[in-house]
């Protein structure tokens, strides 16, 4: 460690709460104003300071880098997802940062053999569906939310993060032209689920806290804001939204650390009102599912 590296004292503040005649003073909510100049300039110091002193230990971080790499697959195909006459997957490059989305054709409706990578061969009518690192091109912060393909096969809705923020933009790739629909959403979160009308796309928004609060739909290509669709006003509960894996339902969950509740509505009748299948009870969780017995659903 060098000797003449020193640690930066944060200065103290005289912030004073009081909450149901407790008083308490915190010297460093000062710290919370993250666009403050001041506490930016912190933050820095610290790092600097980290840096310096853990200096020596660059030669060992690197070889632990290395060996860890040189285990790791860089040029590798993740588990493939079978859907509707297509294998999904994604693909990692050596020297690639990020993912590249892709699926293929299913030739044979009765063959369940999912593609295998060969680096020396194609494979045979892959259509790259998303490159992250060209999304990423140019920005320092990049990361993924959705990605995910109506169910027609024909259009990709993803989100993605440039800022480091966790707020996402949302966009639509027309997957037959390559072309983006000028339908764009700021401010989302990571997820979404299309429903079965591959043209209305559900989605959750965070509030002040980062807590998804407020479940959203958006009718693709209509020119038209997204509409609320639910809302959650209890801040002990978080908000998701997902489709049946029939595909015939979406839920709106709300759960909590000890408490859920599910409502649903008909995924090829979106704008139908939400039904809940049991008002939430104290310490009672539970969840919901819908799927055909018996029979192949998928193609």
Not at 61 to 78: V, W, Y
Not at 83 to 110: L, M, T
Not at 119 to 135: H, K, R, S, T, Y
Not at 151 to 165: E, F, H, I, P
């Amino acid at each position: 460690m060098s000797q003449s590296a020193q640690p930066p004292v944060a200065k103290r503040g005289n912030h004073r709460r009081e909450h149901h005649g407790d008083v308490f003073i915190d010297p460093y909510e000062w710290l919370r104003a993250k666009d403050n100049p001041e506490v930016i300039a912190h933050l820095e110091a610290e790092n600097a300071y980290t840096d310096a002193a853990t200096a020596h230990l660059e030669p060992l971080r690197q070889k632990i880098f290395d060996e860890i790499k040189a285990r790791t697959k860089e040029t590798d195909l993740s588990v493939p997802m079978r859907r509707n006459g297509w294998w999904y997957y994604a693909r990692s490059f050596e020297g690639k940062q990020y993912a590249v989305h892709c699926r293929c054709p299913i030739g044979d409706p009765d063959d369940w053999t999912p593609p295998e990578l060969d680096e020396g061969a194609e494979i045979p009518g892959e259509q790259v569906l998303l490159d992250e690192n060209v999304e990423a091109d140019g920005h320092e912060y990049f990361s993924l939310g959705a990605a995910t393909v109506s169910l027609d096969g024909n259009v990709l809705a993803y989100s993605v993060d440039v800022k480091g923020d966790e707020r996402y933009t949302l966009k639509f790739k027309d997957l037959r032209t390559g072309e983006l629909y000028d339908d764009t959403v700021i401010g989302i979160g990571a997820g979404g689920t299309w429903a079965a009308d591959s043209r209305t796309f559900y989605y959750t928004t965070v509030d002040d806290a980062w807590r998804p609060d407020t479940v959203w739909r958006h009718r693709l290509a209509a020119g038209l804001p997204s509409e609320k669709v639910y809302h959650e006003p209890d801040e002990r509960f978080w908000v998701a939204i997902g489709r049946s894996r029939s595909d015939k339902f979406l839920f709106v969950a709300s759960g909590s650390a000890v408490t859920t509740e599910v409502r649903y509505v008909d995924a090829h009748d979106p704008t139908a009102e939400l039904t809940t299948v049991w008002e939430r009870r104290d310490l009672v969780e539970y969840s919901v599912e819908h799927a055909v017995i018996g029979v192949r659903t998928a193609s």
